[in-house]
C-alpha cells in the first residue's frame, strides 16, 4: 500500500467458509487503522458449496471496490482449487495465503495437482496451511480456518493491517457466543510457523 495505490485482497472459497464474513473483520479492521476500505462480494450457489469471492481495498483513499486482473497484492484462499482460479488477479509481487482444503466436485482436479500448480505459480509467494485441519484437531470447528488464515497474514506482515486491529474487529464484529473461539483461532495463528 502506497500513498497512490490501495492494498488489493482477493478472498476466494466456498459456501459455509465464512468468507463475507472475514470480508467483513478485514473491513472494519482498516476503518480501526483510520483506513479507507471498499468492499465487493460475488456468490452463485454458495450455500450449497458454490463459488464465493470477495474483492477489498485498503488504502488512504480508495474510489473503487473491484480489483483489476493482474492487480492484487493477496490472494486468500479458504479453499485451493478456489484460489487458483483466482491466478489470473495475481502478479510477479501477488502473495497467496491458502488453506489447504479440498473441496470435491465431478472432475475437478486432485489435490496434488493444485497444490503443485499454486506452488509453481507463486513460488516463494505462496504459503499453503492446513488450517482447517488445524483447527478441526485444537478447537473442534473448521469453519474457523478463515479467522486463523487472516490472523496469521497479520503476524506475518502479508497486510497492511496490524494484529492487534484484528483482533479489535473480531471483538466487536463476532456474536457474543462465538467471541471466545475466534479469539483461541486468533491466538493459535499467531504461534503458527
Same mark, same amino acid.
Given at each position: 500500500?502506497?500513498?497512490?495505490?490501495?492494498?488489493?485482497?482477493?478472498?476466494?472459497?466456498?459456501? !459455509?467458509?465464512?468468507?463475507?464474513?472475514?470480508?467483513?473483520?478485514?473491513?472494519?479492521?482498516?476503518?480501526?487503522?483510520?483506513?479507507?476500505?471498499?468492499? /465487493?462480494?460475488?456468490?452463485?450457489?454458495?450455500?450449497? !458449496?458454490? /463459488?464465493?469471492?470477495? /474483492?477489498?481495498? *485498503?488504502?488512504?483513499?480508495?474510489?473503487?471496490?473491484?480489483?483489476?486482473?493482474?492487480?492484487?497484492?493477496?490472494?486468500? #484462499?479458504?479453499?485451493?482449487?478456489?484460489?487458483?482460479?483466482?491466478?489470473?488477479?495475481?502478479?510477479?509481487?501477488?502473495?497467496?495465503?491458502?488453506?489447504?482444503?479440498?473441496?470435491?466436485?465431478?472432475? /475437478?482436479?486432485?489435490?496434488?495437482?493444485?497444490?503443485?500448480?499454486?506452488?509453481?505459480?507463486?513460488?516463494?509467494? #505462496?504459503?499453503?496451511?492446513?488450517?482447517?485441519?488445524?483447527?478441526?484437531?485444537?478447537?473442534?470447528?473448521?469453519?474457523?480456518?478463515?479467522?486463523?488464515?487472516?490472523?496469521?497474514?497479520?503476524?506475518?506482515?502479508?497486510?497492511?493491517?496490524?494484529?492487534?486491529?484484528?483482533?479489535?474487529? *473480531?471483538?466487536?464484529?463476532?456474536?457474543?457466543?462465538?467471541?471466545?473461539?475466534?479469539?483461541?483461532?486468533?491466538?493459535?495463528?499467531?504461534?503458527?510457523?
Amino acid at each position: 500500500m502506497t500513498a497512490n495505490k490501495p492494498f488489493n485482497i482477493i478472498i476466494a472459497g466456498v459456501g !459455509g467458509q465464512g468468507v463475507i464474513t472475514l470480508t467483513q473483520i478485514i473491513a472494519e479492521a482498516a476503518l480501526i487503522q483510520g483506513l479507507d476500505v471498499k468492499t /465487493s462480494e460475488l456468490h452463485g450457489l454458495s450455500q450449497r !458449496g458454490g /463459488s464465493v469471492e470477495t /474483492s477489498i481495498k *485498503i488504502g488512504k483513499k480508495v474510489y473503487s471496490p473491484l480489483v483489476a486482473r493482474g492487480a492484487a497484492d493477496l490472494i486468500l #484462499g479458504q479453499e485451493i482449487t478456489e484460489a487458483l482460479r483466482k491466478i489470473y488477479y495475481a502478479n510477479s509481487k501477488t502473495l497467496l495465503l491458502a488453506n489447504r482444503l479440498s473441496v470435491s466436485y465431478p472432475n /475437478s482436479p486432485s489435490e496434488k495437482r493444485v497444490v503443485g500448480e499454486l506452488k509453481r505459480i507463486f513460488k516463494r509467494k #505462496g504459503r499453503i496451511i492446513e488450517a482447517s485441519k488445524i483447527c478441526k484437531e485444537e478447537l473442534g470447528k473448521e469453519v474457523l480456518s478463515g479467522v486463523f488464515l487472516l490472523s496469521f497474514a497479520a503476524h506475518n506482515k502479508m497486510l497492511p493491517l496490524k494484529p492487534n486491529s484484528i483482533l479489535k474487529a *473480531i471483538n466487536s464484529f463476532v456474536p457474543k457466543k462465538y467471541l471466545d473461539i475466534n479469539q483461541k483461532a486468533f491466538k493459535l495463528a499467531k504461534d503458527y510457523k
